[in-house]
């Protein structure tokens, strides 16, 4: 069965460094997620990206953050200056058209030092 | 304010009985309604979806949806230990794409 992957599994960064967390979503889907869950708490929604553009995103989604799909597999999503409340588990998800369910990758493990 | 509410358990229930996990939501615009399992540290695993109210079964599960009264719940026959994890209940609101997650309800099945 076709997977959203994600790398790395788990990603140590120095805080104020950047860093980008990857995703391979599931090949013919269109509509592209990140997603974030505090360790111990919910998942919460960051950004929807649909038509290689930003569709919907949270208040979390400040200016720090930013999603590319650089080419016809990979999404992005880039966090410039990381902060430690960034220490997180990040999902992302996808699905094809309509209100079909979202899939979720196995998530980064993201810890700032 | 678009609101998912789940009793965060941990709900304890013996091997071979049924688990009964619960959820309420704020906004009656709300369309489509998700249950995800997830194991410690894992990603959400997708068990159900429903979109009109009344029962969908598969399987073991059986997921039951009352618009009028804003409550989706998910039944688990013959639980095993395996399903021990917390069941994250979802919501897409009409017109919008992102998932609404409620914090989860742990359950402990008890062998």
């Known amino acids: 069965e076709p997977e959203v992957t994600q790398t790395p599994s788990h990603q140590v960064t120095q805080m104020g460094q950047e860093v980008i967390l990857r995703c391979v979503p599931i090949?013919?889907?269109?509509?592209f997620y990140w997603y974030r869950q505090i360790l111990g708490q919910k998942v919460e929604f960051l950004v929807s990206?649909?038509?290689?553009?930003?569709?919907?995103k949270s208040e979390i989604f400040d200016d720090q953050f930013s999603v590319e799909r650089p080419d016809g597999s990979n999404f992005t999503l880039k966090i410039r200056s990381t902060k430690l409340e960034d220490s997180a588990m990040y999902f992302c998800a996808s699905h094809g058209q309509g209100n079909q369910p979202q899939h979720f990758g196995d998530g980064t493990r993201l810890s700032i030092l | 304010q678009k609101e998912v509410e789940q009793n965060s358990g941990p709900l304890s229930v013996p091997e071979g009985a049924i688990a009964s996990l619960n959820c309420t939501y704020s906004d009656r615009g709300s369309q489509s309604f998700f249950w995800y399992r997830q194991y410690s540290g894992k990603s959400p695993e997708l068990i159900m979806f429903?979109?009109?109210?009344g029962d969908k079964e598969d399987g073991r599960f059986t997921a039951q949806l009352n618009k009028a009264s804003q409550y989706v719940s998910l039944l688990i026959r013959d639980s095993q230990p395996s399903d021990s994890a917390t069941y994250l209940c979802a919501v897409i609101w009409n017109r919008d794409d992102k998932i609404i997650f409620g914090k989860g309800t742990r359950l402990h099945i008890l062998p």
């Open positions: 990206f649909y038509n290689n553009e930003i569709s919907e």
């Open positions: 090949s013919n889907h269109l509509y």
């Open positions: 429903i979109y009109s109210n």
